[in-house]
């Protein structure tokens, strides 16, 4: 058997190896552990971090991360937000991304704020006015159980894992198009009857998601295969 953390990846492996049997392919989602964040201790949010309106972008420096969507997102956007951006980016995608938020006019509203710590992480979570995840591939998407957990809204992607994921707490967008990420920012400035009910939807749906029941699900299977 083969254990795979999401359909998509299932389907993937399928799409990229057709000669495997799917009935040897499991999926098993991955739980996730809200008490890595636990130790987070009450600051004045702008005293720490120099800001206080930003929406909030984590990740690495991969093309597939599609970053530089939300610049150029940030730059049609009615709002006036910055953008905080946290995360192991390599100086030359920090740089490209850099460029391409000053050739749009919002360089200035980057905060590039590099690897943090799990509590840095859970504050920026827990005051952001949103968090956008842009990718265009993603196997299974462990920060938007991070967001959830703390009743972040979010903005997602529609590709690959992530509606799988998110389920119906986040608003979703189109990965190749600014204009539309940008019109769901402004929704969220427009709608807080809808931002409340996404924070309550998140706690809700971040609990499905246990090493517990992650675990079960593995003992059975290996249960089932040794028998």
């Known amino acids: 058997n083969i254990i795979c953390i999401s359909e998509f990846t299932k389907n993937e492996l399928s799409k990229y190896y057709p000669e495997i049997n799917e009935n040897l392919i499991k999926v098993i989602h991955p739980g996730f552990n809200p008490s890595s964040f636990q130790n987070i201790r009450e600051f004045i949010f702008s005293d720490k971090f120099g800001f206080n309106d930003y929406f909030l972008l984590v990740g690495e420096g991969r093309p597939y991360k599609n970053l530089e969507l939300v610049p150029k997102a940030l730059s049609v956007y ?3 937000s910055i953008l905080a951006i946290c995360g192991r980016i390599p100086d030359d995608e920090k740089t490209r991304i850099q460029e391409i938020a000053n050739e749009v006019g919002v360089g200035s509203r980057l905060r590039w704020l590099g690897y943090v710590s799990n509590e840095d992480l859970g504050l920026l ?3 952001s006015k949103a968090f956008i995840f842009p990718s265009r591939y993603e196997g299974f998407g462990l920060p938007l159980l991070e967001a959830m957990s703390f009743g972040t809204p979010i903005l997602s992607s529609n590709a690959a894992s992530l ?3 998110g389920g119906n707490v986040p608003i979703y967008f189109d990965p190749s198009d600014p204009i539309d990420l940008s019109h769901k920012m402004e929704l969220l400035d427009q709608d807080q009857t809808l931002v409340e009910k996404m924070r309550a939807a998140g706690f809700h749906r971040v609990k499905l998601f ?10 059975d299977l290996f249960i089932d295969v040794l028998s």
Not at 210 to 219: F, G, L
């Open 125 to 127: 979570y827990r005051n």
């Open 210 to 219: 246990t090493w517990e029941e992650s675990a079960h699900k593995h003992i």
């Open 78 to 80: 009615a709002g006036n």
């Open 163 to 165: 509606p799988e994921v």
